[in-house]
């Protein structure tokens, strides 16, 4: 089933404006704008707050890459299907090689579901519906990781996962410290 999605998601349902913009989608330097906007928008409005969110949101991102190297990669070592043997005549490589490393679980797909996991438990009393554009956003980085060749629908899945627990997580411990308010009703510091 794993296999069959994938060839459905990296060749079937291929088009040429997918295959021109989800190399640069899953790549982490073209989302370097709108970390930087984000973390200078928490810190300049919620000062002391934004700098332990920036810490959280940093550990999250550490736990989340770690767990998928240390816990997973390194204990099951599956291969990605690019790099399969058995498998590459099926793959649509769209990127320029083959991620070196294992497979299961995505390390882009923790990292963005964590980041995202956290922003919307942290944020979402103050950006209500909007909060979802972030879940998306993590969804078409874990889409891309499939729709380029370099991971299984399974990867991606499991490690969207990791990042949602871990993410959830640190995002519910920020909140029992230091919960972000209206910007109108936050104390000074």
Same mark, same amino acid.
């Given at each position: 089933? /794993? ?5 459905? =998601? ?29 973390? *200078? ?17 940093? +550990?999250? +991102? ?23 043997? /058995?498998? %590459? %005549? ?9 991620a070196a490393g294992y497979s299961f679980t ?19 009393? %103050?950006?209500?519906?909007? =909060?979802? +554009?972030? %879940? ?9 990781? *499939?729709? +380029? ?41």
């Open positions: 089933m /794993d296999r069959w999605l994938f060839i459905k =998601i990296n060749s079937a349902w291929a088009n040429p404006f997918f295959d021109a913009v989800m190399p640069w989608m899953r790549n982490p330097l073209t989302w370097v704008p709108l970390y930087l906007f984000l973390l *200078v928008f928490v810190l300049m409005n919620f000062k002391v707050r934004g700098m332990w969110w920036v810490l959280l949101l940093l +550990v999250t +991102v550490a736990l989340t890459d770690m767990t998928g190297t240390y816990i997973f990669k390194h204990n099951l070592y599956r291969l990605r299907p690019c790099s399969d043997p /058995d498998f %590459i %005549i099926h793959v649509r490589l769209l990127l320029n090689q083959c995505s390390n882009h797909a923790a990292n963005h579901f964590g980041m995202a996991a956290f922003f919307f438990v942290t944020f979402r009393q %103050i950006l209500k519906n909007w =909060i979802w +554009v972030g %879940i998306a956003w993590a969804a078409v980085i874990c889409y891309s990781q *499939v729709y +380029v060749g370099v991971h299984y629908p399974t990867d991606v899945l499991a490690g969207a996962l990791v990042g949602l627990v871990f993410g959830t997580g640190m995002g519910s411990i920020f909140n029992k410290q230091f919960r972000f308010v209206i910007f109108d009703n936050q104390p000074a510091e």
